[in-house]
């Protein structure tokens, strides 16, 4: 963590203290689940979800970082003529005391590379970085859990996104959306 997140959660602090009245209405902005699924084979991208709880004003998600893995990227599935692709995003909007998940089927993280020290302690330290606090970052440990068989993002190529799925990858969740 840097410095100055130390400084943002203490002014925090602080804030909430003055106004003790709300001090036990207004839930903070934080991460309070979520996990990975590791790609069926190890150079097949993981997959991450989870859950913030929106504070009282509304900030955007705006990047997931770990030194533990070679890349993150956010990434929303969405329906095209009929086909699930996937596009890359660079933010999310975390509503005022509401939620934002990153789940199955919609928004989600993309992870390349996660370190095998990481893998084997079965959880992946990661940064949620928020426009609030002059980009709070909130830190949490996802953690790691094995691949399900191929479904869902993780059956989808993504170096093929778009473009069409070559090793049956079309069919296979074709037959999860079935189930
Ligand atoms: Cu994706």
Do not use: Y
């Given at each position: 963590m840097k410095p100055f997140a130390?400084?943002?959660l203490a002014a925090t602090a602080?804030?909430?203290?003055?106004?003790?009245?709300?001090?036990?209405?207004?839930?903070?902005?934080?991460?309070?689940?979520?996990?990975v699924v590791m790609g069926a084979t190890p150079d097949r991208p993981a997959v991450g979800y989870f859950r913030v709880q929106g504070g009282p004003q509304p900030v955007q998600l705006v990047a997931v970082t770990t030194d533990l893995a070679q890349r993150v990227e956010m990434h929303e599935s969405v329906r095209e003529n009929g086909v699930m692709t996937m596009k890359p995003i660079t933010s999310a909007d975390?509503?005022?005391?509401?939620?934002?998940?990153?789940?199955?089927?919609?928004?989600?993280?993309?992870?390349?590379?996660?370190?095998?020290?990481?893998?084997?302690?079965?959880?992946?330290?990661?940064?949620?970085?928020?426009t609030n606090n002059n980009n709070e970052r909130i830190l949490f440990d996802l953690v790691i859990k094995p691949a399900e068989g191929a479904t869902g993002e993780a059956a989808m190529d993504h170096d093929a996104m778009g473009h069409g799925a070559d090793k049956g990858g079309d069919k296979a969740a074709a037959d999860a959306a079935k189930q």
């Open positions: 130390f400084a943002a602080l804030t909430l203290s003055a106004c003790g009245d709300n001090l036990g209405a207004a839930k903070p902005l934080n991460v309070v689940s979520g996990h975390v509503p005022a005391k509401g939620e934002l998940v990153f789940k199955q089927g919609g928004k989600h993280l993309m992870i390349w590379g996660i370190n095998g020290a990481a893998v084997r302690a079965g959880k992946l330290p990661m940064q949620f970085v928020f």
